[in-house]
């Protein structure tokens, strides 16, 4: 079971590991970093204690929800956590601690009831003002223990309240509440060792209960609603790890349109498949589980993925999940099933001529169309009699072109050749035996002349000098 916890200013991290030592601590959290989370550390269990807002956009419902929808157990307690355990606790979120009571039962209300000032991870985020959670009840057990009489109390509370939280001290608490020096030094001689530390009596109970989990509770399914906005949350601003740093989707691709000189046609083919799929929807064109399934078998064919193993490896240095990864396939077997419907539509035509305006658009247009210039003349010059064609099948002459040559092949020959732009299997086996031919002409050749400019043994060099000098 793997446990992730957003933890700051709460309390120390080398405490909360104490309690729970075998879970992934991560920085109080921010927007997008609970999906983030989920993709880079996949857990079972998110706990979440501290969060930032202000400086930064805070943790999202959105997200929260998602992981749940997922089967993810979400835990809050404390801080940004209580918070958003009570208003997502209808969906299967998990409130811990009396804080995060308060605010599901209403006796809370404000989120500046936990808010607070505080250093950065630097210094360990070490708090820099009083949470009013925290001071009511320190305020509460002075009250009770006789340090403070009521009217007292609530002129304390009354101070706080209206004080902006970064402004929360004791001291200018003490003071907007008008306290006396025999007031403030009585209630700071009971706080020295009766201040409660609520946040962190929720935390310490909220990781003391994980740490006794044996299996995390399974939320409710229920319908998860993805808006456009979430999808821009999902797609672009979700970080994954790699080597060892953390990046958003969003600069990888950047980075690619700022680096890769290949860039154009990738980002070329990328709309194109959008637009592909688009116009299969309007066309009314969808695939089965079956094509789905070939698309994949075809997929691993072409890059060496043998066995779930090897394709699971991939999916995962690819920051792809198994929904993310079949969705990917349907895609591709949508396309797929496009071009089926535009091939034969082309009649005799076939896919040559985009195919050529293609290699032309790539820069590759001149090298290719010169060998093939070359292999028709050297089929001219040494091959015109037709007994002397290679008798090998379709088969095993597309296996030699595919051991031989940078050809990949990934489905049967004769898919293959339709999709390729050959007429049929006949057409195919003439290309094929016309690219055998001449590589075996030009192998017999290589080791002609290699032969040729072999040294001759001591014995024969003897001899021809002899020779030479009659």
């Avoid at 003439?430 to 032969?451: P, S, T, Y």
């Avoid at 014995?459 to 009659?470: A, F, I, L, Y």
Wanted: charged share 25%; net charge negative; glycine share 6%.
């Amino acid at each position: 079971m793997k446990i992730c916890v957003f933890l700051g200013p709460t309390m120390p991290v080398a405490d909360a590991r104490a309690l729970l030592p075998d879970a992934v601590f991560l920085p109080p959290a921010a927007q997008a970093d609970v999906i983030s989370a989920m993709t880079i550390h996949r857990p079972d269990v998110i706990a979440l204690i501290d969060g930032v807002f202000g400086q930064s956009l805070s943790v999202w419902h959105k997200e929260i929800l998602y992981a749940l929808h997922k089967g993810v157990a979400v835990y809050g307690a404390s801080s940004m956590g209580a918070l958003r355990a009570a208003e997502c606790h209808p969906f299967g979120m998990v409130p811990v601690g009396e804080v995060a009571r308060g605010y599901v039962d209403g006796r809370l209300t404000g989120d500046d009831e936990v808010a607070l000032a505080h250093a950065g991870p630097e210094d360990g985020w070490f708090p820099l003002s009083e949470p009013l959670v925290n001071l009511r009840a320190s305020m509460a057990a002075a009250l009770a223990a006789g340090a403070v009489d009521p009217a007292t109390h609530d002129r304390v509370i009354a101070a706080a309240k209206a004080l902006y939280f970064t402004e929360r001290t004791r001291d200018r608490i003490f003071a907007e509440a008008g306290l006396s020096p025999q007031e403030t030094e009585r209630l700071e001689r009971f706080l020295e060792t009766g201040a409660v530390d609520q946040k962190r009596r929720d935390a310490e109970a909220l990781l003391i209960h994980l740490a006794s989990l044996i299996m995390p509770p399974r939320p409710a399914p229920f319908d998860f609603n993805a808006s456009h906005y979430f999808d821009v949350l999902y797609e672009r601003d979700r970080r994954v790890s790699h080597g060892g740093n953390s990046v958003p989707l969003s600069e990888i691709a950047s980075h690619a349109a700022l680096h890769r000189p290949d860039f154009a046609e990738i980002n070329n083919a990328a709309l194109g498949r959008v637009l592909i799929r688009q116009f299969a929807e309007v066309m009314g064109v969808t695939v089965d589980e079956a094509a789905v399934r070939t698309e994949t078998q075809r997929f691993c064919a072409m890059r060496g993925l043998k066995g779930p193993d090897a394709l699971a490896g991939w999916c995962r240095r690819n920051d792809l999940t198994d929904a993310e990864f079949s969705e990917l396939m349907t895609e591709l077997a949508i396309e797929r099933a496009m071009r089926l419907w535009l091939i034969p539509r082309r009649f005799l035509a076939r896919t040559t001529k985009p195919v050529l305006n293609e290699l032309r658009l790539r820069g590759l247009y001149e090298s290719v169309a010169e060998e093939a210039a070359l292999i028709d003349r050297v089929m001219e010059l040494h091959f015109g009699d037709p007994s002397r064609q290679p008798k090998e099948s379709v088969e095993q002459l597309l296996a030699e072109q595919v051991a031989c040559t940078a050809c990949r092949v990934d489905a049967p020959a004769d898919v293959w050749s339709y999709e390729y732009g050959f007429k049929d299997l006949l057409d195919l086996r003439i290309d094929l035996m016309r690219a055998k031919q001449v590589r075996d002409l030009f192998r017999q050749l290589a080791a002609e002349a290699e032969a040729a400019l072999a040294p001759l043994p001591a014995s024969e060099d003897s001899v021809s000098e002899r020779e030479m000098q009659t």
